[in-house]
């Protein structure tokens, strides 16, 4: 379906990046949005009937790990974006933690390469920000973004020397490029397993202090006023952390930050059991620092929703806890988990829709997340209201790890199109 003219009729059509929010037809033309409202219907146009539907773009999820070159018995290219497509996600930025890792040239080609002829979705790789992420020197960003990178990430590593980081961020400046940290300061958080608190206490497992992140976020915020370097913050976790970036953010520097659906619907209390699949880094966290993560995403502190889908075999997830891999997987979860925000009265539809579309692709500066006709026809057609169970054995992806196993939700993902092509029929 991807050739010729499609229209998709009478769906409720959202679109953050034009503030539309109206019941209107979208027609699309050999893979390209030319309109949206009532236009007239070309002769031979392919209608799909989308009554009682949202039609919005598609999905852009800005943190993932596709775990190819060198993992693949985790996941490949070809199944996540498979995981992606039934998740209505139609873009995913992947992280550079593979084997070899992405910080050369040539290994953002071959994932380039490989998402061309394997993958069902767009893929923009994230290059990493250190030589085989082992913090000491820089990677020749400018190189890598020639190649088709497009931000920069040590990833589940923190740059954690400051002189380094603040070369990192000079040397990006001049490339506009985003960096993007996982905030944690490893002198604080050695030896931790799960969130520092009441609960690691019940259950005699080394904590992580939530200030183990607050600190290196307040120590970047310092560092890009000094440089003018973009950066934004991963999966970001705990109050701190969102407050030091408020603070960025109104003083107008370059700083934003994304959230993980597990950390804002769940707390530290999911671990009890030692249940690995609850185990991620950063962890989950206690109910006053949801309740900040929740607060950020209402005032607009927080602009992005982020999976940080982190696919793990079953044999690095058996094991005792705190020697268990970190991460879940999230792709197929994002929508309607992302969407207990707007029953909750903490985002509007629209808010919650822009996090997850055209946010995310202005930072990583894509042509991505928006019906503007002209634009490359990414939507998805998801029911606002289907209730589903969550269940891990019927997921797409290669990996089963996820921490909703057994959640009801609502939202269902029905149709996702990358390019005018149908990638997912739910």
Request: aromatic share 4%; proline share 5%; glycine share 12%.
């Amino acid at each position: 379906m991807s050739g010729g003219y499609v229209l998709i009729r009478g769906g409720r059509v959202v679109d953050p990046a034009n503030g539309v929010d109206v019941t209107a037809d979208v027609l699309l033309e050999d893979g390209v949005i030319r309109a949206v409202g009532r236009p007239d219907v070309p002769q031979g146009a392919t209608v799909v009937d989308a009554d009682g539907l949202v039609v919005a773009p598609g999905l852009v999820d800005m943190h993932v790990h596709l775990r190819e070159p060198g993992f693949e018995y985790k996941e490949t290219i070809a199944g996540g974006t498979r995981a992606a497509a039934a998740g209505g996600v139609t873009t995913v930025a992947c992280m550079p933690n593979t084997r070899p890792v992405n910080d050369d040239p040539s290994i953002t080609g071959y994932i380039l390469q490989k998402a061309a002829t394997e993958g069902v979705v767009n893929v923009a790789p994230i290059g990493a920000i250190t030589r085989g992420l082992e913090g000491r020197e820089l990677t020749e960003m400018g190189l890598l973004l020639r190649a088709g990178c497009v931000a920069f990430s040590d990833d589940g590593r923190p740059v954690a020397d400051s002189g380094l980081m603040r070369r990192a961020l000079d040397y990006s400046r001049a490339f506009g490029a985003l960096l993007i940290q996982h905030a944690e300061d490893p002198s604080l958080s050695a030896g931790g397993c799960m969130h520092e608190g009441v609960i690691s206490s019940r259950l005699g497992l080394p904590g992580l202090p939530a200030a183990a992140e607050s600190v290196m976020v307040d120590r970047d915020v310092r560092l890009v006023e000094l440089t003018g370097g973009r950066y934004h913050v991963a999966h970001i976790s705990v109050a701190g952390a969102v407050e030091s970036v408020a603070r960025a953010r109104a003083r107008g520097l370059p700083v934003s930050c994304e959230v993980a659906p597990h950390h804002f619907a769940l707390t530290d209390e999911a671990v009890l059991g030692y249940d690995t699949d609850a185990k991620m880094s950063p962890p989950l966290r206690g109910a006053e620092d949801r309740n900040a993560l929740l607060e950020g995403l209402a005032r607009g502190v927080i602009t992005v929703i982020a999976t940080d889908h982190a696919p793990h075999d079953p044999d690095s997830k058996r094991v005792e806890f705190c020697h268990a891999s970190n991460g879940v997987v999230g792709l197929e979860t994002l929508l309607p988990v992302s969407l207990e925000l707007v029953r909750d009265g903490v985002m509007s539809l629209m808010e919650c829709l822009r996090a997850m579309t055209v946010a995310p692709a202005k930072l990583l500066g894509l042509d991505r997340g928006t019906l503007t006709p002209g634009s490359p026809a990414d939507l998805v057609l998801f029911d606002l209201d289907a209730a589903w169970v969550v269940d891990a054995a019927r997921l797409h992806g290669t990996s089963r790890n996820t921490c909703f196993h057994g959640r009801r939700v609502r939202g269902r993902v029905i149709r996702t199109m990358v390019s005018g092509r149908i990638v997912y029929n739910g």
